[in-house]
């Protein structure tokens, strides 16, 4: 069958998810998701894993843009209000993830050093794609919303830091060489502020230009060349695609009074990448990882949901946050995708000896929470008052009828 017919039938197949996911009270990731399931080597097989590599181009410029439009919410004048407090939620959650996962394999199931620290890592991060579409399905805003696009912005970047720290520090320990101290410390200072300096010099070029044109569809062009030159730089220059875009989106959303209706032509561009990343993310999870994951990553899932909550809860608590921020961040922020998946390309390069059982782990991690992950989500911003853009403090809020 045709690559370009395949693609057509993904398309129509996460519309269609997403319409009965619709119906059912759930958000449309969901059911593009599983849409992509239905259709994908574990079950039809109308693609098969050939026809997904094909088809990556379309997930790195999904999830470029989706980085691009998390820059958006770090306005200067936002972040100084909200403050540490950010920053405190960010670190605990993240952390309370990497911990829990680290304590429970290195010391409940006995793994080594280099196989703990590293799937420890690549349980820091949440997936923002997932997040964002259903904040923007529910037009959702107020407090837990406002906090948590920041965190999970911020997650992205502790999360790449957490590896690019931990992979070195896997090798070391199993390595008969000794590895230079400094090459451990500087290739992952170079890869974060490499990505971040040449995401700031990409965002000044694009809002300096973007002030000055009339044109909706030339502006919308030239957006979208900048996300896609970001990708190409960031391949040919070994630095980070996903922050190199936040930074850009960042330094847009602060140097351009309207910076806004940018990123609102991108985003109608990009709407139908946004259906296909997720419907071929969902055609990638293999069911058959469930039966071979075992008890071990049965663990994994419940010690990086459970770490997450608990650091999210603990923090928000301790900085005085809004209560529905206290009850419900956690909750937000247990999607794991897209982020996990490269890192386990670079596992598969780097430690070939731990890849297969990392990579299943993670992909079981991704099935759960790829797919259950948009529903707590929904669940949260519900719970919290949040959906239509309502802000008001959850205790003056009427509880919702249905709560999914």
């Known amino acids: 069958m045709d690559t370009l017919l395949k693609l057509g039938i993904l398309l129509i197949a996460g519309l269609v998810g997403g319409r009965i996911a619709r119906a059912l009270k759930l958000p449309n990731v969901s059911g593009y998701l599983i849409a992509g399931v239905l259709v994908g080597p574990s079950l039809i097989g109308v693609v098969n894993l050939t026809d997904l590599s094909d088809f990556t181009v379309i997930s790195e410029i999904a999830l470029a843009v989706i980085a691009f439009s998390i820059g958006s919410e770090f306005i200067l004048g936002d972040l100084k209000k909200l403050g ?117 010099l990409l965002g000044f070029i694009l809002s300096f230009f973007t002030k000055r044109m009339k044109n909706r569809d030339e502006m919308k062009i030239f957006s979208i060349a900048a996300v896609v030159v970001a990708i190409g730089l960031s391949k040919m220059l070994g630095l980070s695609s996903l922050l190199m875009c936040i930074m850009m989106g960042t330094m847009l959303a602060n140097l351009n009074r309207h910076a806004n209706r940018v990123f609102a032509l991108v985003d109608e561009f990009i709407t139908p990448f946004y259906v296909l990343f997720f419907t071929v993310a969902g055609a990638g999870l293999e069911l058959g990882v469930v039966l071979d994951v075992g008890i071990m990553g049965i663990c994994y899932v419940f010690a990086r949901g459970f770490g997450k909550w608990l650091g999210a809860f603990i923090s928000a608590r301790a900085t005085k946050a809004e209560r529905a921020v206290q009850k419900y961040l956690g909750l937000t922020l247990l999607p794991q995708g897209g982020i996990s998946i490269g890192l386990s390309i670079i596992v598969r390069q780097e430690l070939p000896v731990y890849a297969l059982a990392i990579t299943t782990i993670i992909m079981f991690s991704i099935l759960i929470y790829e797919t259950s992950g948009p529903i707590f989500a929904k669940i949260a911003i519900s719970k919290a008052g949040e959906i239509n853009g309502m802000a008001l403090p959850v205790e003056a809020k009427p509880q919702p009828a249905e709560a999914v």
């Open 84 to 200: 540490k407090r950010i920053i405190i939620i960010t670190l605990a959650q993240a952390s309370g993830a990497v911990l829990l996962v680290f304590s429970l394999m290195f010391f409940v199931f006995r793994q080594d050093f280099a196989f703990s620290i590293v799937i420890a890592s690549m349980s820091a991060a949440t997936a923002p794609a997932a997040t964002m579409l259903v904040v923007r399905q529910f037009n959702a805003d107020g407090p837990l919303v406002r906090t948590m696009l920041p965190v999970v912005a911020l997650d992205d970047i502790y999360g790449i830091m957490a590896f690019g720290i931990a992979l070195p520090l896997a090798k070391l320990s199993i390595s008969t060489e000794t590895l230079p101290i400094w090459t451990m410390i500087l290739d992952p200072v170079v890869e974060i502020g490499g990505s971040l300096l040449a995401g700031a």
